[in-house]
């Protein structure tokens, strides 16, 4: 069957492994008119005609069942495990003939007197509860044994409005009390109502309205004792009538039959907020478009189900399709959900004052199109799932909160959320129409993520083809069963990878999320449970058991019942069912034995289909997990038998699930769709398994045979999980164990076998590998192999063979190798034949840890002394990529570990090529910083910075290995001065200076019989780089000028010093050492229209002091000329004006001002005409129209 490309496969696969450990039938033996089940304790409630109730326990071997009491004839009955009562609707007919529906919740019903063993073929006519006259007659009066016990009557009291008096107490509080729940509203029999297991709230819904019914347990302020109350809070109204309730936590789910909707309620800022106005522009915003998705049905006779998720909910004007469509447009209509506080919600009983908030999560409605064929919502049902453990408390906390709680909310608390509510992960929702059911998992304490349009994220997680129409479902953690008219349907259940990663987050276990592995979701929902059934109309879940009510003279046996299991079960006060009822309880298997079933069909298709096999293993897995992971209620609210029984198979859960996970692992290590091995290491790490035992348990399982699929996937979990950097970097290390030596020999034979480019990998990665002599000696023949293989395939394609270095890799294992048996020189000079440093560098970066002296970063290690002697450009990429990743402190490390090697190195060329590498790694650090191009400022590594300056001022005064290393010896023409620019750009004056301009005057310090090296070049360019910088900080300058004071000989002095010092006090010094680049640092430094009028007077003073024949005197009149024609042609006349000497000059300045002004005032007005040429033609193209 063909899959859409988007929504959830439709395909089924079919397999019975399902199998129920017994079958229990009993005859109910009188009428039936409402059920319901306790699910904690295995227990099935029966309302009989007869105003009582009948309790039966399910479990074998159990006390016989009994009756309590009813005021009213039952017509819908639900039981919840908080608070431990009983709600009901019941109906009275008064002398008129019209009939009354009340909602009462029943309290200490399995503890009061009143209950008594019964037989369960007893007649309905000796178990007559009470005569007209109102006494106790038939079978409840027979079994009271006692007058006094004949007398006690019931409690009564108004829910919200009546506390319990001192008188009430008698006969004692776990006396049978009925508590009336006010409705303002007239309810009918076919109401709806649910409960909530974990908070204890109760919902009915009256007409188009949702009352909630908050549950409260507080003390009794004379007895001190505790009673069970309960409060109207909220009351919604929707756009349609629900038949059916469902309601978990903050969550309601109601149904009809031709419309679906989901909200969740909150109180805090998290839900999202439903506003009309808000909505009204969203919908302005969005248009008339409407984004479509289609999700293809199955059914054979109307494979168009059709449902509409509007902005409002609300029928709209929908079109005739053959398609399922997902539709979210613009809001038609008002708010369908208007929320309202009860008028008793009042500041005494501590309810919300705010209105609470309403996040929509499912809207769906069937056409009118599909009505037609009959085509309707048949039943839905939920189920909480909780992490197994807290997420917050432990339990005794929880328990000492719940003893100190006094049974009221505060005003920030939502009453509709228990304590537990952030243990909360999912909640698990199927809805089902004719022979089509649909999963999703809503997230539990986290809101739904919604953009502009939620349809996608709404797409149910599975769809259930079912083989016949349904009429009931129910749901356990693993298991989804549905009933139909054909019998009992048990399908796989599907969770997702969200609902599982929230379970691991709150689980104890160790297997980080990089370690986690999740079985797929491309694999279709598997039906393992098929059996016939007929006349059954209603279906229960409890803890153990699977419960079927099943009517002998049904009128619609043979077909399915309107009813839904999610309701309470309302049988027709009138008589319709007044037959026998039978009572089918099914032993559900439990997870470990649900999990050896699947096993033993799955290992029976190992060889012969491998994929259902891995389907079936996958199942298994799935079941033991959810088992181990999660509980449908809070660990706290678990009943003492539950706890039991969890922790009583929690050992023989856990030994099976890593099972089960050392078996998918295994599978997936055989398998070629796990090419990069991360599923099989994922699941061996979930096993609980190390490498050495995975490494003996393939072998065990597989054999050593070359080739096979199983040791090719051994190879690719080896290279995974022990010759893969990442666990080093991460600390954790397997080949360092106590048997490190012998399990390093165990994976070099497998490697030399099946995978002998890698062995240098091991080389690298276990130190265990090179203390034993025969391990070196083997890594050694193989790399001599490996050379000579390469060598000889080149040799075949012609090209010279002498040359040839080996593979990055194993060259860096040689030398590692050369180093532990202590020849550094041959380790250096096979690094030194790989020749460009990326080579190097590229495996450096891999196994980075191997710099560094074993457990600690803070000194380098041998190998990083060999390596920045054969190429320090290597070393300095590694630490500078480490560093960037690592911060300011991680660079701080790594320079105070080049120091330190360089302090203590063993000669003169070993300290001078560790000492390039940390200057290597500083202008790496700084270059980006200083340039600009990195907002970080550069005081947070001053000593740094300050260390790099005095590098350059060494390479100044003397010519030592710079000029002979590889990769900066070069030609100082205009390429290499831009390349050594690595701080941003020079000035341009400084090419004026010395040694780089021809012009140099012969007194320049710096100029001298021998031309300066490349290498002082370099570090002359990069200091005048960073002087240039205005990033760099102030103590760098003052050390530059400082030691330049000092060494009257530094290359470059000048050029040094007048970046140094400020402005007017470097004009007068240029003005004495190299005058011919003052005018051009004027244009590069003067910032000020008071520095060129300084440099003006200071040239008049020189030539009105100097000498006729002073040879100085042209200088100084050159740069006048030339400083006053820059100033004409890029200043106003008025700021030309400004900047003049006063008086206009003196001497022969005074006719050299007088020339230029004239020559400024021309270059103004040719400006001016020019601008007004420019404007008028401008004016006038605008007017042109050259259509």
């Known amino acids: 069957m063909k899959m859409p490309k988007e929504g959830p496969t439709r395909m089924v696969r079919v397999i019975s492994v399902h199998h129920f450990g017994g079958q229990g039938v009993e005859g109910c033996g009188e009428e039936v008119v409402g059920a319901a089940v306790d699910e904690a304790n295995d227990r099935l409630l029966l309302a009989l005609p007869t105003h009582a109730v009948q309790v039966r326990s399910l479990a074998p071997s159990s006390a016989p069942p009994f009756l309590f009491p009813t005021v009213d004839r039952v017509v819908r009955m639900l039981h919840c495990a908080k608070g431990n009562y009983v709600a009901t609707l019941e109906t009275k007919r008064n002398r008129q003939g019209r009939e009354t529906t009340y909602a009462r919740a029943y309290v200490n019903w399995d503890t009061a007197s009143y209950t008594h063993s019964i037989s369960v073929n007893e007649s309905p006519e000796s178990s007559k509860v009470k005569g007209e006259d109102g006494e106790p007659t038939g079978l409840?009066?027979?079994?009271?044994?006692?007058?006094?016990?004949?007398?006690?009557?019931?409690?009564?009291?108004?829910?919200?409005?009546?506390?319990?008096?001192?008188?009430?107490?008698?006969?004692?509080?776990?006396?049978?009390?009925?508590?009336?729940?006010?409705?303002?509203?007239?309810?009918?029999?076919?109401?709806?109502?649910?409960?909530?297991?974990?908070?204890?709230?109760?919902?009915?819904?009256?007409?188009?309205?949702?009352?909630?019914?908050?549950?409260?347990?507080?003390?009794?302020?004379?007895?001190?004792?505790?009673?069970?109350?309960?409060?109207?809070?909220?009351?919604?109204?929707?756009?349609?009538?629900?038949?059916?309730?469902?309601?978990?936590?903050?969550?309601?789910?109601?149904?009809?039959?031709?419309?679906?909707?989901?909200?969740?309620?909150g109180l805090d800022k998290e839900t999202e907020i439903v506003d009309d106005e808000k909505e009204e522009e969203s919908s302005k915003d969005c248009g008339t478009k409407m984004e479509v998705v289609y999700l293809p049905s199955i059914v054979e006779h109307d494979r168009s189900l059709r449902m509409t998720v509007n902005a409002a909910g609300h029928p709209g004007p929908f079109r005739e399709s053959q398609q399922m469509v997902v539709l979210v447009g613009p809001k038609p209509i008002p708010n369908p959900l208007s929320p309202s506080v009860s008028p008793s919600a009042t500041k005494e009983n501590q309810l919300p004052e705010a209105l609470p908030t309403i996040q929509h999560i499912l809207r769906l409605q069937i056409l009118a199109c599909a009505k037609l064929g009959r085509e309707e919502f048949r039943c839905f049902t939920l189920r909480t799932v909780y992490?197994?453990?807290?997420?917050?408390?432990?339990?005794?906390?929880?328990?000492?909160?719940?003893?100190?709680?006094?049974?009221?909310?505060?005003?920030?608390?939502?009453?509709?959320?228990?304590?537990?509510?952030?243990?909360?992960?999912?909640?698990?929702?199927?809805?089902?129409?004719?022979?089509?059911?649909?999963?999703?998992?809503?997230?539990g304490s986290k809101p739904v993520k919604r953009g502009t349009y939620p349809a996608k994220a709404m797409l149910p997680d599975a769809v259930y083809p079912l083989t016949a129409p349904v009429s009931s479902v129910v749901m356990e953690q693993y298991a989804v069963h549905a009933l139909t008219e054909t019998g009992l349907e048990t399908y796989t259940m599907r969770a997702g990878k969200n609902l599982l990663q929230q379970l691991e987050l709150h689980s104890d276990s160790k297997t980080s999320s990089k370690h986690t592995a999740y079985p797929s979701s491309e694999d279709p929902v598997c039906l393992i449970g098929l059996r016939p059934f007929f006349g059954v109309e209603h279906l229960f879940l409890t803890h153990r058991h699977l419960v079927l009510l099943a009517s002998c003279s049904s009128s619609s046996e043979g077909s399915p019942s309107t009813s839904s299991q999610d309701s309470p079960i309302s049988m027709s006060p009138s008589g319709g069912n007044t037959g026998r009822w039978t009572q089918y309880s099914l032993q559900l298997p439990t997870p470990t034995e649900l999990f050896?079933?699947?096993?033993?069909?799955?290992?029976?298709?190992?060889?012969?289909?491998?994929?259902?096999?891995?389907?079936?293993?996958?199942?298994?897995?799935?079941?033991?997990?959810?088992?181990?992971?999660?509980?449908?209620?809070?660990?706290?609210?678990?009943?003492?038998?539950?706890?039991?029984?969890?922790?009583?198979s929690y050992k023989d859960l856990k030994g099976l699930f890593e099972e089960s996970c050392a078996l998918l692992a295994d599978h997936y290590i055989r398998d070629d769709t796990d090419p990069d091995g991360t599923l099989a290491s994922a699941y061996y790490h979930m096993a609980g398994l190390n490498p050495s035992q995975v490494i003996?348990?393939?072998?065990?399982?597989?054999?050593?045979?070359?080739?096979?699929?199983?040791?090719?996937?051994l190879i690719r979990y080896i290279k995974k999980e022990l010759l893969s950097t990442e666990e080093v970097n991460n600390g954790n290390d397997p080949l360092a164990a106590p048997d490190g030596e012998s399990f390093a020999l165990k994976?070099?034979?497998?490697?030399?076998?099946?995978?002998?480019?890698?062995?240098?990998?091991?080389?690298?990665?276990?130190?265990?590998?090179?203390?034993?002599?025969?391990?070196?000696?083997?890594?050694l023949k193989v790399l001599k192999q490996r050379q000579q293989l390469l060598q000889s395939s080149l040799g075949e394609n012609g090209e010279e063979t002498f040359t040839t270095p080996p593979p990055p890799q194993d060259a860096l294992a040689l030398a590692v190798v050369c180093l532990h048996r202590g020849c550094p020189d041959r380790a250096c000079a096979v690094l030194t034949s790989l020749g460009a440093a990326g080579h190097l560098t590229s495996v450096l970066?891999?196994?980075?840890?191997l710099l560094f002296e074993p457990g600690e970063e803070k000194s380098l290690s041998e190998l990083a002394g060999v390596v920045a002697e054969a190429c320090p450009e290597a070393l300095a990429e590694v630490l500078g990529k480490k560093a960037e990743k690592g911060g300011s402190k991680v660079l701080a490390g790594a320079v105070r570990a080049l120091r330190e090697k360089v302090a203590a190195a063993g000669s003169a060329a070993e300290g001078a090529s560790t000492g390039k590498a940390l200057r290597l790694l500083l202008e790496?650090?700084?270059?980006?910083?200083?340039?600009?191009?990195?907002?970080e400022s550069s005081n947070t590594l001053l000593e740094e910075s300050k260390m790099l300056v005095r590098s350059y001022l060494a390479g100044l005064i003397a010519d030592s290995h710079l000029n002979g290393q590889k990769g900066e010896s070069a030609n100082s023409n205009s390429e290499s001065v831009s390349e050594w620019e690595i701080f941003g750009p020079r000035l341009a004056f400084l090419e004026r200076m010395s040694p780089f301009s021809s012009e140099s005057r012969k007194k320049s310090s710096g100029s001298g019989s021998n031309q300066p090296s490349d290498g002082q070049k370099m570090c002359l360019i990069k200091l005048q780089s960073m002087l240039c910088s205005t990033r760099l900080h102030p103590e760098c300058v003052a050390e530059v000028r400082q030691f330049l004071q000092g060494c009257p000989t530094t290359l470059g002095r000048h050029s040094l010093l007048a970046l140094c010092i400020p402005p007017r006090e470097a004009t007068l010094f240029l003005l004495e050492v190299c005058p011919q680049a003052l005018?051009?640092?004027?244009?590069?430094?003067?910032?000020?229209?008071?520095?060129?009028?300084?440099?003006?007077?200071?040239?008049?003073?020189?030539?009105?002091?100097?000498?006729?024949?002073?040879?100085?005197?042209?200088?100084?009149?050159?740069?006048?000329?030339?400083?006053?024609?820059?100033?004409a042609h890029t200043l106003s006349l008025e700021e030309f004006v400004k900047v003049l000497p006063p008086g206009g000059g003196k001497g022969e300045v005074a006719s050299y001002v007088a020339h230029y002004l004239r020559s400024c005032q021309q270059i103004q007005h040719a400006n001016h005409i020019r601008s007004l040429i420019i404007a008028t033609g401008n004016q006038l193209l605008s007017t042109l129209n050259f259509d």
């Open 140 to 265: 409840l009066k027979d079994s009271l044994p006692s007058a006094s016990q004949q007398q006690q009557p019931m409690r009564a009291r108004i829910a919200g409005r009546v506390t319990p008096s001192g008188s009430q107490w008698w006969p004692g509080p776990s006396a049978l009390e009925m508590l009336e729940l006010p409705l303002k509203r007239a309810a009918s029999p076919d109401s709806p109502m649910a409960v909530c297991n974990v908070t204890g709230n109760l919902i009915i819904g009256v007409g188009y309205n949702l009352i909630l019914f908050a549950f409260r347990n507080p003390v009794h302020r004379l007895s001190k004792l505790r009673y069970v109350d309960f409060e109207e809070s909220f009351t919604f109204e929707l756009s349609f009538r629900p038949l059916h309730l469902l309601m978990a936590e903050d969550l309601v789910a109601c149904m009809s039959k031709d419309a679906l909707h989901v909200f969740r309620v």
């Open 387 to 443: 992490s197994a453990e807290l997420s917050n408390k432990d339990a005794a906390e929880a328990d000492s909160s719940n003893e100190e709680d006094d049974g009221s909310r505060t005003e920030n608390q939502n009453p509709m959320r228990s304590e537990n509510y952030e243990d909360l992960a999912s909640i698990m929702f199927f809805v089902a129409t004719q022979q089509e059911g649909y999963l999703y998992h809503f997230p």
């Open 596 to 648: 050896h079933d699947m096993m033993q069909v799955g290992s029976a298709h190992v060889m012969s289909n491998p994929a259902t096999y891995l389907h079936l293993l996958s199942e298994g897995h799935l079941v033991l997990r959810l088992a181990l992971r999660s509980q449908p209620l809070p660990q706290n609210a678990l009943s003492d038998n539950l706890k039991k029984i969890k922790e009583a």
């Open 696 to 713: 003996d348990r393939v072998l065990e399982r597989n054999g050593t045979q070359n080739g096979s699929s199983a040791m090719k996937g």
């Open 747 to 779: 994976l070099l034979s497998l490697l030399e076998e099946n995978s002998p480019e890698d062995v240098s990998m091991l080389v690298l990665r276990s130190s265990a590998l090179l203390a034993c002599r025969q391990g070196v000696e083997r890594v």
């Open 845 to 849: 970066e891999e196994h980075s840890s």
């Open 924 to 935: 790496k650090h700084f270059a980006p910083v200083l340039s600009g191009k990195v907002e």
């Open 1079 to 1127: 005018l051009q640092y004027a244009k590069d430094k003067y910032s000020a229209d008071n520095d060129w009028k300084y440099l003006l007077l200071l040239l008049q003073r020189r030539l009105l002091t100097s000498q006729e024949q002073s040879p100085m005197r042209v200088f100084y009149t050159r740069i006048l000329r030339d400083a006053l024609s820059h100033l």
